[in-house]
Every structure is written in C-alpha cells, then in structure tokens.
C-alpha cells in the first residue's frame, strides 16, 4: 500500500525555496524593499521594519504587531503572502495556520 504526499511538483522543498517564493507572490502583490537570505536549513525574508519572516524545519515563522508569534505551513507559500498582505494592509490574517 502506498503513502499519500501533500508535496506537489510545485512545493517548495528547502527553506530558500520555499522564502524565494514567498518573495515572489509578495512581490507580485504590491509589496517592494524585501529582502532575502538563506544559509544552512535556514532562510528569512525581511519584509518592513519590525516584520521579518524565518523559515525553518517546514514553517515561515513570524511576530505579529503584538509580540504574538505566528507559523505558517512553508509548503504553501501563497497562502502565508495572504496572510501576511493582510496584516500589512490592516491587521487582518495574523491567526496561526499551522
């Protein structure tokens, strides 16, 4: 009996992968200045002051306004642009996903 994968083709499957496309739809939404890097298992995308985005061991992981640390799952890199569009523009999209 086989496994089941949530992985497709288009997951990305390291930490720069996965911030290279978060960089991209946020990019592609509007949002300009970011900046990337990546070393070892690890990547982070600066995104404004005060909100910097780290992926590590399968999450993008980030602090909200409020000091309340927030995850997202890194193999779904459109829906953490979402998320993090949101709470740019107004406050919104800062629960935890994962």
């Given at each position: 009996?086989?496994?089941?994968?949530?992985?497709?083709?288009?997951?990305?499957?390291?930490?720069?992968?996965?911030v290279a496309a978060?960089?991209?739809?946020?990019?592609?939404?509007?949002?300009?200045?970011?900046?990337?890097?990546?070393h070892r298992g690890?990547?982070?995308?600066?995104?404004?002051?005060?909100?910097?985005?780290?992926?590590?061991?399968?999450?993008?992981?980030?602090?909200?306004?409020?000091?309340?640390?927030?995850?997202?799952?890194?193999?779904?890199?459109?829906?953490?642009s979402r998320r993090?569009?949101?709470?740019?523009?107004?406050?919104?999209?800062?629960?935890?996903?994962?």
């Amino acid at each position: 009996m086989g496994t089941l994968s949530w992985i497709t083709p288009h997951a990305p499957t390291t930490p720069a992968q996965a911030v290279a496309a978060l960089h991209d739809h946020l990019s592609a939404a509007g949002l300009n200045r970011l900046y990337r890097a990546s070393h070892r298992g690890v990547a982070v995308l600066s995104i404004r002051r005060g909100l910097t985005v780290w992926c590590v061991n399968g999450l993008f992981r980030w602090t909200d306004e409020r000091g309340a640390r927030l995850t997202h799952p890194a193999g779904d890199p459109e829906g953490a642009s979402r998320r993090i569009c949101d709470a740019v523009r107004g406050g919104r999209g800062l629960r935890s996903a994962a």
